[in-house]
């Protein structure tokens, strides 16, 4: 599994490189959360993308698009050599998600704060309907300098979404311009059941995310490392937008053999 | 125009199990009987306008028609990104109904005051924008265009006609024909517009859809080319709409509407009228000097 994320961190890597775009340091953060989600706990089937049964994700922090492009042609969504499309005049995969282009993309994004609330309005929906399906989105530490995230944290607890999980991709780069804080305690604070984990651990991730009844929602903290597995990208602001240039390709790509 | 709105979404409520009304914390009373009636389809959701708009969103996704209710600023103007990308761009249907447009609030002075509304729902690709004069016209543009798909944005107004057209989406009414300028208005401002024309030799066209643009009844009643707006919104916000309607043909535009300034004094709507030279007899001078040209 570990060589699995690995070779998905080179195609996501060289699909940057091919188009001189990409967030790539955003997706790494959450690569393995978004593997534990989509190969251990999300209901979902790649043939079927619209399934009513289906559980939702909504990738809030919508800049780390690479990353969930990456796990959704892995999973058989769409090609993998598409990936190779990536930011290209003809290509449906964009530096944000486009649910109207990307099968398995709940929800275009990339105004950072409109994902969660919307993924609260699914969830309610779910529940006005009487579905068992779940809603699981992430958001990232300087969206939630966004007031929108702490709206729809709010609303989440006052009507009791209990199918609803958001995780907070806390790997501090919004530090630098805001402090966060203990992010468990406002989450706590907002009415939320919340745990804080290692968001590079599987087995933590997978504990976290695992279905837990009730009507609370779920806020789980979990501490990653921006560009996680490529040494000169670990929170190195300089790699935040940035695609690697030839001389730099094949020294990131050694790292990940 | 507010009691119908009430009726009109209770009828809705009942007919469409698809309907969810989300209310900005106004109009709570008004809709008691529904909260009894259909608790989980209407909810007082708070005064959060941007995340109200997404959550309307993710409910527009999940297969249902969200109706958001709140004053105009607050639904256009704070939540307008949620409108154009959450809505707009990914296609989704949902209704916003706006009380309060122009200065209907104009003791509340400029945070209330809303005249911009209209324009910047127009640039919004997709949205439909409904301006109705008159209760009834209300029932009848609700009813037609709820579940259209579109984003739509109904501007109630505090004062209206005093009697209903017979309107239809999309289509505006020739209220009289003549050989002089076409005066083109908008919901609430037909009386005056009717009383200022009064032994005029003018073509009256009544607009309650603003968006998309009736350019068809337009084109076949635009005589010389000599064309006069009587807005109850930012002057020259038709603007864009006439002139591609005419494009290609010599025009004479005046627009009348609220000047494009802050109204920093209070009073009330008709104060506002007047000081805003939109009253009739203002009305009938800038048709005289379009007569004119």
Same mark, same amino acid.
């Given at each position: ?24 340091? %955003? ?156 992010? #468990? ?73 | ?52 708009? %997404? ?35 990914? %296609? ?21 005051? #809303? ?61 009289? %024909? ?116």
């Amino acid at each position: 599994m570990e060589s699995d994320i690995r070779a998905l961190k080179q195609k996501i890597i060289r699909a940057a490189s091919i188009s001189g775009e990409g967030h790539i340091a %955003s997706a790494f953060s959450i690569l393995d959360i978004l593997w534990v989600l989509y190969h251990s706990i999300l209901r979902n089937d790649p043939a079927q993308p619209q399934d009513p049964l289906r559980d939702r994700f909504v990738l809030s922090k919508g800049h780390a698009s690479l990353g969930i492009y990456g796990i959704l042609a892995q999973r058989g969504f769409f090609p993998l050599e598409e990936l190779n499309t990536f930011a290209s005049s003809s290509g449906r995969l964009g530096g944000h998600p486009d649910s109207r282009k990307v099968p398995g993309v709940e929800a275009s994004t990339g105004s950072l704060g409109h994902g969660m609330p919307m993924a609260a309005g699914m969830a309610l929906g779910l529940k006005i309907r009487g579905s068992t399906s779940r809603v699981v989105c992430i958001v990232g530490d300087g969206e939630c300098n966004e007031g929108a995230v702490w709206e729809g944290a709010l609303l989440a607890a006052h009507h009791q979404l209990g199918n609803f999980t958001c995780i907070v991709d806390y790997n501090h780069s919004g530090d630098r311009a805001l402090m966060l804080g203990d992010l #468990c305690a406002k989450f706590s604070a907002f009415g939320w059941e919340t745990t804080e984990i290692d968001g590079h651990d599987h087995a933590q991730i997978k504990a976290a995310l695992a279905p837990h009844g009730g009507d609370v929602p779920r806020a789980i903290i979990a501490r990653t490392i921006k560009g996680q597995g490529c040494t000169e990208m670990e929170n190195n602001p300089a790699w935040h937008h940035k695609a690697p240039k030839a001389d730099e390709l094949e020294a990131l790509l050694a790292q990940l053999t | 125009m507010r009691k119908q709105f009430v009726t009109t979404t209770e009828r809705l409520l009942d007919e469409d199990e698809r309907v969810v009304v989300l209310l900005g914390d106004i109009g709570v009373f008004a809709f008691r009987n529904a909260f009894k009636k259909h608790p989980q389809r209407i909810i007082n959701i708070g005064i959060l306008e941007q995340a109200t708009v %997404s959550v309307a969103a993710g409910l527009a996704k999940e297969g249902f028609i969200p109706l958001f209710h709140s004053i105009a600023p607050f639904v256009v103007e704070r939540a307008f990104e949620q409108i154009k990308v959450d809505f707009g761009y990914q %296609s989704l249907g949902g209704n916003f109904v706006s009380v309060g447009g122009s200065y209907d609030y104009a003791a509340l002075g400029c945070s209330h005051h #809303c005249p911009g509304d209209v324009s910047l729902m127009q640039a919004v690709p997709g949205v439909e924008i409904i301006v109705p004069g008159h209760p009834a016209e209300l029932d009848a543009l609700m009813s037609q265009t709820y579940a259209s798909g579109h984003p739509t944005y109904y501007r109630l107004s505090e004062r209206s006609n005093r009697s209903a057209q017979s309107v239809t989406f999309g289509k505006a009414e020739v209220i009289r %024909s003549g050989n002089g300028p076409t005066v083109v208005t908008v919901g609430p401002f037909l009386d005056r517009v009717v009383e200022a024309l009064e032994g005029k030799d003018a073509t009256i066209l009544y607009y309650t859809t603003i968006t998309p643009f009736d350019a068809a009844t337009l084109q076949q009643h635009a005589g010389d080319g000599r064309i006069l707006c009587v807005e109850p919104f930012y002057e020259g916000t038709l603007a864009a709409s006439v002139t591609q309607a005419l494009r290609g043909k010599r025009i004479a535009l005046s627009s009348m509407g609220v000047p494009r300034q802050f109204l920093t004094s209070y009073g009330n709507a008709d104060y506002h009228d007047r000081s805003c030279g939109l009253l009739a007899p203002d009305i009938r001078a800038r048709f005289e000097e379009l007569c004119h040209v």
